[in-house]
């Protein structure tokens, strides 16, 4: 790709408060690990650092992920989907994921929907 970064973030569109949704799935397993919240800044470190950076809505501040844990995020891809309001990170994953110790932050609450019917090829 040739487009310079601050062109890649060019094509991202933030909400009013300035951010886009950062999906964070593990590279080789496509397993979710987590969601968090980026601005341009967050994201330009992403794509130029390796590891993942993220702002923080509640304490106003940039963390990277696994700078007090050791639990790092170390990029192996990101994409923007196709409304450029939501950014997909892929990432090797050290150590868990989730702030609780879980390898996934979407393992605490089976909300229990109905399964749709099979697919019919």
């Not at 593990?26 to 341009?40: I, R, Y």
């Not at 150590?95 to 390898?103: E, F, L, M």
């Amino acid at each position: 790709m040739s487009d310079t970064v601050d062109e890649r973030i060019a094509r991202v569109t933030f909400t009013a408060d300035g951010l886009v949704a950062a999906i964070i799935q593990q590279w080789d397993t496509h397993e979710v690990l987590m969601l968090g919240w980026m601005d341009a800044e967050a994201l330009r470190r992403t794509l130029t650092e390796g590891r993942v950076t993220f702002w923080s809505r509640s304490r106003q501040e940039y963390w990277r992920k696994g700078d007090t844990s050791g639990n790092i995020q170390l990029v192996r891809g990101a994409r923007l989907d196709c409304d450029g309001d939501a950014v997909l990170v892929q990432v090797e994953q050290v150590g868990p994921a989730c702030h609780t110790g879980t390898r996934t932050c979407f393992d605490a609450d089976d909300l229990d929907a109905v399964r749709g019917p099979e697919a019919v090829a």
